[in-house]
């Protein structure tokens, strides 16, 4: 059978923005202009904006992170084991890495690889980024080839578990968040991120979006979640206390972000 399909453009990858940098100063590299520049461009397609060097910024496509930073300070990290679930260019590992995390593991299943060759038409190697961060750093985060449904294979457990931008993207949330709650140090932290909802804060409902509804050509967000959707579920897994730190709208797409505990 003959479909017509009609040929969607690929996007351009956008220009860096003064926001996105300003989230990438938190953790100025601090690399001389010449390797600086080298590894900026020795990568096809950045996620996330990292600061080089002075005035030398990779053009990351992921927008508006700065919300997350509250969540984000060294309190949070100094002297704690930290696993980045979904961590793609690792900026999140590497952050609590150098706010004093005394262990850092980072997870991806390289999912991303499809997508960045539906979106913008361009063929990236899986971990790339990452890669070619932790070499510039000489960085000790461990990096993982692993979907995050799996953590538990790696034999550790963790004081902060971060979870950004990426459960929406699974089909078994609860699966991702028990098997978070299972990788928990007792008195451990989940810092989730994830796709939001316009549902009423207190409804325990998921919203469930169609395939590319949400983003143009992207396939894989599944889910909207309001508090009192995150409520009940963690509460199926064992981490019954949910801080909602921030909801809010990001370029028209509700996000909302929240730490989930086991009740001491
Ligand atoms: C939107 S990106 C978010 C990257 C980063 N955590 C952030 O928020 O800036 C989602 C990431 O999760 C990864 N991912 C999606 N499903 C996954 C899974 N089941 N296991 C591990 N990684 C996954 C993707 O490959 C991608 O790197």
Redesign the pocket.
């Known amino acids: 059978m003959a479909y017509a399909i009609e040929a969607e453009p690929i996007e351009a990858i956008p220009e860096t923005s003064a926001a996105e940098r300003a989230v990438a100063d938190l953790h100025a590299i601090g690399a001389s202009t010449v390797n600086a520049e080298r590894v900026r461009d020795s990568v096809p397609l950045w996620?996330?904006t990292f600061s080089l060097a002075p005035g030398v910024y990779t053009p990351g496509v992921?927008r508006d992170?700065g919300y997350r930073v509250p969540a984000l300070d060294a309190e949070r990290f100094a002297g704690r084991s930290v696993l980045?679930?979904?961590?793609?260019d690792g900026?999140?590992s590497f952050l609590a890495a150098a706010r004093g995390a005394s262990r850092v593991v980072a997870?991806?299943?390289?999912?991303?690889v499809e997508w960045v060759q539906a979106r913008f038409g361009v063929t990236l190697a899986g971990g790339a980024g990452f890669r070619a961060i932790a070499e510039l750093m000489q960085s000790s985060v461990d990096y993982r080839l692993?979907?995050?449904?799996d953590v538990r294979e790696l034999g550790e457990r963790f004081d902060v578990v971060?979870c950004?931008?990426?459960l929406h993207?699974?089909t078994d949330p609860i699966a991702?968040l028990r098997a978070l709650a299972d990788v928990l140090e007792p008195g451990g932290e989940v810092v989730l991120?994830t796709y939001g909802s316009r549902l009423a804060a207190n409804a325990p409902a998921i919203e469930v979006h169609e395939p590319g509804d949400v983003y143009s050509r992207d396939d894989?967000v599944y889910w909207g979640f309001s508090p009192g959707g995150l409520r009940r579920l963690g509460l199926i897994v064992g981490l019954d206390e949910l801080e909602v730190v921030e909801e809010l709208d990001v370029d028209g797409h509700p996000r909302i972000l929240a730490v989930l505990r086991a009740a001491g």
């Open positions: 996620f996330h992921a992170h980045d679930v979904g961590a793609f900026f999140y997870v991806d299943n390289e999912q991303y692993m979907d995050a449904l971060l950004f931008g990426i993207r699974v991702l991120e894989f």
